[in-house]
């Protein structure tokens, strides 16, 4: 009886490891990347932005302070074609589904157009802010940036065109 009580319970015991599900490791393909990243950046960058808002920092200056953080890894003896294609290649990242145009540019000037810049915020707020808080907080961290590169950084919002002009001081 005891051998048949082992071995009721070995194939018992067998059967559950057998059944239990398995797991393997997630192959995702460059757009699930892409959109994994681009949604984890936005969601640090809201609950920073959030946190600052609940302890009374308005956006522009919170986007200053990572501005100042971020600037000591920018090298401004290395020019304004440097950092003007740096810019675009962060910014063009910023948001997978905008396309980039260049309406004008000169050797000390660029203006160029960002499409769909609101598109995480059609539906109102997202983690927390509003696609203007968003804009502010952005506006202090390229201003800081820039202006420790010597260059003059604008921008103009309409409906989600996101227009950036970079001159050079």
């Keep these: 009886m005891k051998i048949l009580t082992i071995i009721f319970a070995g194939l018992f015991s067998a059967a559950t490891l057998c059944a239990q599900e398995s797991f393997s490791v997630p192959q995702l393909t460059p757009e699930q990347e892409t959109e994994v990243l681009y949604n984890h950046v936005l969601a640090y960058f809201a ?11 308005e956006p522009e200056e919170y986007g200053k302070y990572i501005g100042d953080q971020f600037k000591v890894f920018w ?8 950092f003007v294609n740096q810019i675009m290649f962060i910014l063009q ?13 000169t050797s ?7 499409s769909n810049m609101n598109m995480l915020f059609k539906q109102g707020p997202a983690y927390g802010i509003t696609y203007d808080e968003f804009l502010a907080c952005s506006n202090g961290l390229l201003k800081a940036v ?3 590169m010597k260059v003059n950084f604008a921008y103009k919002d ?5 227009a950036v002009t970079l001159t050079k001081q």
Aim: glycine letters at 10%; a negative charge; hydrophobic letters at 35%.
């Design 47 to 57: 609950a920073g932005l959030s946190m600052a808002k609940e302890k009374g920092v």
């Design 75 to 82: 090298d401004p003896e290395a020019g304004f074609t440097f």
């Design 93 to 105: 990242g910023v948001n997978p589904y905008s396309e980039m145009e260049i309406k004008e540019q």
């Design 108 to 114: 000390t000037m660029i203006r160029f157009t960002l």
């Design 146 to 148: 820039a202006n420790h």
């Design 158 to 162: 309409t409906n989600g065109l996101y």
